[in-house]
Nanobody
């Protein structure tokens, strides 16, 4: 079982990034998926989550209206579209699958001018 995040990088405030989480070793369609983030010296927090079928989503208040979580079960991939990025969005972003409590190794996002 493996989750591999990609798409992070350096972006200016107001910019956009799309993160991807590619799953291997299991069938993604059977899992609820989430994106978490951890900023320096802060606890890991939930950013967004999506049900196994994609029919339900939840977002942290701080990202609602700016971020969109989606999934393509045929590609075994989950995405996080991040728009109107702010410096406070700077963090390492992790992909998570449940049941099973599987984590990726993270991708770093830095929002700075």
């Amino acid at each position: 079982v493996q989750l591999v995040e990609s798409g992070g990088g350096l972006v200016q405030p107001g910019g956009s990034l799309r993160l991807s989480c590619a799953a291997s070793g299991f069938t993604l369609s059977r899992y609820d998926m989430s994106w978490y983030r951890q900023a320096p010296e802060k606890e890991r927090e939930l950013v967004a989550a999506i049900t196994s079928t994609g029919g339900g989503t939840v977002y942290a208040t701080s990202v609602k209206g700016r971020f969109t979580i989606s999934r393509d079960n045929a590609k075994n991939t989950v995405y996080l579209q991040m728009n109107s990025l702010k410096p406070e969005d700077t963090a390492v972003y992790y992909c998570h699958a449940t049941p099973g409590n599987y984590w990726g190794r993270g991708t770093r996002v830095t929002v700075s001018s």
